[in-house]
C-alpha cells in the first residue's frame, strides 16, 4: 500500500465539469495502474474508471462514457478525471486508487491502495 493525495471535489451544476487528480507524492520505481471508484449514500462503491500504467488503456463504468476521461498526469504515478456535462447522479464521494497490478487484472478486483476521497456534489 501507498498514500494517494486526492483533491479536485467540490460542488457544481449539471453540466459543469470537474477535474479529480491523484498523485503518489512519495518516490517510487513501481508502475501503477490509477482509477477512481465512488459511493454514493445508500449505494455500494463503484467502479468509475481507470487508466493502465502507460496511459495506453482506459477503461469506465458505462454511466460515465463518454461525459468522463481519465488521463495519466504529466507526472509519473498521477493521474487526472475530466468529469464534463456532470449530472445529479454523478453526486458521491471519490475515492482514487491505485495498483502494481494491470489494470485489465483488477477491475473487478479490490484495490491496493486507496485516498482519503473527495466530496462531488452535482446540483439539479
Known amino acids: 500500500q501507498v498514500q494517494l493525495d486526492e483533491s479536485g471535489g467540490g460542488l457544481v451544476q449539471a453540466g459543469d465539469s470537474l477535474r479529480l487528480s491523484c498523485a503518489i507524492p512519495?518516490?517510487?520505481?513501481?508502475?501503477?495502474?490509477m482509477g477512481w471508484f465512488r459511493q454514493a449514500p445508500g449505494k455500494e462503491r463503484e467502479f468509475v474508471a481507470a487508466?493502465?500504467?502507460?496511459?495506453?488503456?482506459?477503461y469506465y463504468t458505462d454511466s460515465v462514457k463518454g461525459r468522463f476521461t481519465i488521463s495519466r498526469g504529466s507526472a509519473k504515478n498521477t493521474a487526472h478525471l475530466q468529469m464534463n456535462r456532470m449530472k445529479p447522479e454523478d453526486t458521491a464521494v471519490y475515492y482514487c486508487?491505485?495498483?502494481?497490478?494491470?489494470?485489465?487484472?483488477?477491475?473487478?478486483?479490490?484495490?491496493?491502495?486507496w485516498g482519503q476521497g473527495t466530496q462531488v456534489t452535482v446540483s439539479s
Open positions: 486508487a491505485a495498483d502494481t497490478r494491470p489494470v485489465e487484472a483488477i477491475l473487478h478486483q479490490a484495490w491496493r491502495s
Open positions: 512519495s518516490p517510487a520505481v513501481s508502475n501503477f495502474a
Open positions: 487508466v493502465s500504467w502507460n496511459g495506453q488503456n482506459t
